[in-house]
């Protein structure tokens, strides 16, 4: 196999799961704040129903934040491979492929990185006004007890 097809193959491959992962991310969080912004706890018999309802795809972008940089150095890693192998199938040494090919390979960690950390960021965002809604729905059956 040619080592070049190799290379894109892995690169395309990892940056393009990253791009959908990235993609997913955002678009649940979009849905789950517009979520949010409808929900009223007297619409729920109980506060279980309730959490599951709110809980819904949360947990997806709890595991595109924590895995994203793995699958960003899987990239670095394959690539690093990669540029051993095809220094290995190479008569002279050129310092400049070497340097080129390991800087792209880095770009997989980097890209990672990039999906991972707004991931978590709104994961902790969700988690927050998950807390909030459920407060609100432990304050509602208070005073309906209080009464």
Do not use: C
Not at 52 to 72: D, E, K, M, Q, R
């Amino acid at each position: 196999m040619n080592i070049e097809l190799l290379k894109d193959i892995v690169d395309y491959g990892i940056i393009g799961l990253l791009g959908v992962m990235s993609f997913m991310t955002f678009w649940f969080w979009i849905e789950r704040i517009l979520f949010f912004k409808g929900v009223n706890v007297n619409n729920f018999e109980t506060k279980e129903e309730l959490e599951l309802v709110l809980t819904n795809n949360v947990n997806i972008i709890s595991t595109f934040g924590s895995n994203a940089p793995y699958i960003g150095l899987l990239g670095t890693v394959f690539g690093i491979i990669i540029t051993f192998y095809a220094m290995g199938q190479s008569d002279a040494l050129d310092a400049k492929m070497i340097m080129t090919s390991l800087a792209l390979a880095l770009k997989a960690t980097a890209m990672g990185l990039i999906v991972a950390i707004p991931a978590i960021v709104f994961y902790n965002h969700l988690a927050r006004k998950i807390e909030v809604v459920l407060a609100h729905w432990d304050m509602k059956e208070k005073a309906k007890h209080a009464n």
